[in-house]
Nanobody, 119 residues
């Protein structure tokens, strides 16, 4: 299983970016949950947005109404639309998948994509 994250970059405060995560080696029917995490310098990795298993979409309070998670199961893709970006959104963003069925109990991470928001 491989996750490939892309779309990061440098943007001014108030701008937008769209992150993409391409999954290979695992189909949507074998995915329990999937989402985006981020890790800022000197801080712990935190959940940003997620499709939990059999539950409603979840967002960190700090990104609600600004970020939107979406997915295209047919293409095995997941996205994070980030609007109204703030300097505190600067971090490395990782996509994550938790497996189901024969992949149960396994977590997979993308390599991370850096988002830098300048003030």
């Amino acid at each position: 299983v491989q996750l490939q994250a892309s779309g990061g970059g440098l943007v001014q405060a108030g701008g937008s970016l769209r992150l993409s995560c391409a999954a290979s080696g695992i189909s949507s029917s074998n995915i329990a949950s999937q989402g985006w995490y981020r890790q800022a310098p000197g801080k712990q990795r935190e959940l940003v947005a997620q499709f939990p298993y059999r539950s409603s979409t979840k967002y960190a309070d700090s990104v609600k109404a600004r970020f939107t998670i979406s997915r295209d199961d047919a293409k095995n893709m997941m996205y994070l639309q980030m609007d109204s970006l703030k300097p505190e959104d600067t971090a490395v963003y990782y996509c994550n998948v938790e497996g189901l069925n024969r992949f149960r109990g396994r977590q997979y991470w993308g390599q991370g994509t850096l988002v830098t928001v300048s003030s």
